[in-house]
């Protein structure tokens, strides 16, 4: 029995289809198409897959409409797939609840590695039902209870502001959070102007994240979109 996980294109061009279903073929991927709205949904019912990659725009059927339903029932992964310039779009389908987008024309790697970040979520969901007490990643390691963070064993002194931000990242290791969304978690509002205050506040818990050995891209950024925090490997290279 194959046991490879389920991935659900969901795209209504045949050439991009085909192209991301030759992809998951080399990779031993198991897939199921639909190539609009209603399919979507039909497939994302039945079959449950592990993953959606979303077209946005499709014929019968706005993509982000598609997310609002699936998320009242599901917490799986999804991708959306969309064209060069629709940060807009894009934007609102992560608020919607979108894990991460692909953005077209895309390449096959880039397909994979998206899909690698999703896949490994999905199974981090698995292993810890209840959120634990430790996150580790990396060099770095958070103490909830304590409320602590510390990068190599050392503690970084961080603000509340900025512990807050580092904690909210990591609960969502692997998904891109938006500005709009990080707003309102940490200041329960949001208003464009706040966009550079949050830049600004990034830096700093960048530059403390910074062990001083090497660089560790723990967060990063999604121009004009928002940041996400990357799953590394105990060297600190972003996990394959
Ligand atoms: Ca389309």
Redesign the pocket.
Known sequence: MNNKPLILVV???AAVRNLMAMTLDTQGYRYHLARNGAEALIEATTHQPAVMLL????PDMEGVDIIRRVRGWTGMPIIVVSARGEDADKVEALDAGADDYLTKPFSVDELLARLRVALRRVNADQASVQEDAIYENGALRIDYAAGCAFIAEREIHLTPIEYKLLCLLARNTGKVLTHNYILKEIWGSYTASDVGSLRVFMATLRKKLQTGVREQPYIQTHVGIGYRMLKLDARGEDAP
């Open positions: 795209e209504d061009d077209d946005l725009g499709l």
